[in-house]
């Protein structure tokens, strides 16, 4: 025998491939920010818990199925140093994703893996149920051993590829039949080139991996909505209270306003189809645009009779979404919304101001997290007959309802206000 088995050889090229893509994409992984790191992280552990089954299936393999013997003529010391070589290669093939697993089980943000976006694979069961103190210890010990194990990759790969290039070309041996089916000594053999080049592309495709598009950008009727607003209100909803403007707002003011024919206190049906609840944040410097999938709001309003108008919005924490999977499977976790506790947060408005032609502020309190506070939301609201349309916008402090534990409480890497928007279509109920 002069040549692994087919199924070996095919092992150890997607093996070999997937190495070659994650130390590209562990260089990029520190060049990154923002939900970029976050994607390209994901992608990380998913091609590392890959090389991992991948490296397992092909010990199994080696255990039952002999390995070719070196040629004849090799000296000892080369065969004793491509075997070391060899044992090396299987363990970082299956210590490195080890220990990211280990890693990412002990991590303080408990943050889910699914692969490729697809399949979800658990935490170390004991790892991930230790005390704050012991899982420190262990991500540690796991940091430092997947760091030791990617360097001594870098070293192992480099002294493979360059002991492939000797003994082709200084040794003249067709050492690359091995791990081809055939071949001839010297740097002729086109496998050998054809394998590099396809390694090289390799590298090259995880330098240019894009994260999905995961901040979808909203209807162009809301955003021309919202800018309308944002362009004429300047109005800063404060966590502890009314914004220092909206508590200088009097009643004489309001009644200056011009009127407009009267109009019964009605109750509001939001029309679904219509109806969009959106927040934005950002994440080291770059967007991130999400929204509410789920809520529903109970509104008695009428322009006459603002001291018995009153807003409940009802929102479904669980339905909340920027565009990307793995992102979107931590929100509803304790270190965001905590949706196990807290499924549903609260903003009920118990006085409406009219603040200008069509302008109304909504003062209330926003309960999230098992938090309660007060808010101001600016709305712009358009009553054509039996339809209303609004829009609004508004700034809260996300630290003030605890959104956001633990490496996400900073505020440096994500900012405490959050701006929150809505806009809707409701029908006027007979």
């Not at 991590?107 to 420190?136: C, D, G, M, Q």
């Not at 362009?231 to 914004?243: C, I, K, N, R, Y």
């Not at 609004?392 to 929150?420: H, K």
């Amino acid at each position: 025998m002069t040549r692994y088995s087919r199924v070996a050889i095919v092992l150890h090229w997607i093996i070999a491939a997937a190495i070659i893509f994650q130390i590209v994409l562990g260089w990029r992984m520190g060049g990154n920010s923002g939900a970029s790191t976050y994607a390209v992280f994901q992608l990380h552990k998913s091609i590392g818990i890959t090389i991992l089954l991948l490296s397992l299936a092909r010990l199994a393999w080696r255990l039952v199925h002999r390995a070719p013997p070196h040629p004849a003529d090799m000296p000892k010391a080369e065969k004793l140093a491509s075997n070391a070589v060899h044992i090396a290669f299987y363990l970082i093939m299956i210590g490195l994703p080890i220990t990211g697993w280990i890693l990412v089980s002990a991590a303080r943000i408990n943050i889910p893996t699914l692969l490729y976006s697809t399949i979800p694979w658990p935490h170390v069961p004991f790892i991930s149920s230790l005390e704050p103190e012991a899982k420190a210890v262990w991500e540690q010990s796991a940091a430092t051993g997947h760091t030791a194990l990617a360097w001594l990759t870098y070293g192992l790969v480099a002294l493979h590829i360059g002991a492939v290039i000797k003994h082709q070309w200084l040794d003249k041996q067709a050492l690359m039949s091995r791990m081809t089916g055939s071949g001839r000594a010297g740097l002729g053999e086109p496998r050998l080139w054809a394998a590099l080049v396809a390694l090289c592309l390799v590298g090259a495709s995880a330098t240019l991996y894009a994260r999905p598009a995961a901040n979808k950008a909203a209807p162009a009727e809301q955003v021309e909505d919202l800018e309308a607003v944002v362009a004429t209100e300047d109005v800063t909803p404060q966590a502890d209270g009314m914004s220092e403007d909206a508590a200088e707002q009097t009643e004489e003011e309001t009644e200056a306003v011009e009127e407009v024919a009267k109009q019964p206190l009605s109750k509001w049906a939001v029309a679904s189809s219509s109806a969009n609840l959106g927040f934005t944040t950002s994440w080291s410097g770059e967007a991130i645009n999400g929204r509410f999938g789920e809520w529903d709001a109970d509104i008695l309003f009428s322009p006459d009779d603002l001291a018995n108008s009153r807003i409940k919005v009802t929102i479904n924490t669980r339905s909340a979404s920027t565009g990307d999977a793995q992102r979107d499977s931590s929100l509803p976790g304790t270190d965001f919304f905590d949706a196990s506790s807290h499924p549903s947060a609260v903003f009920t408005a118990n006085r409406i101001r009219k603040t200008g032609e069509e302008r109304y502020v909504a003062d209330g309190s926003l309960s999230l997290r098992g938090v309660s506070a007060p808010v101001s939301l600016p709305f712009r609201l358009k009553i054509d007959g039996d339809t209303a349309r609004a829009t609004g916008s508004a700034n809260l402090d996300r630290t003030v309802f605890g959104v956001g534990q633990g490496m996400y409480g900073d505020t440096e890497s994500i900012p405490a206000a959050v701006r929150v928007n809505f806009s809707f279509t409701a029908t006027r109920e007979k």
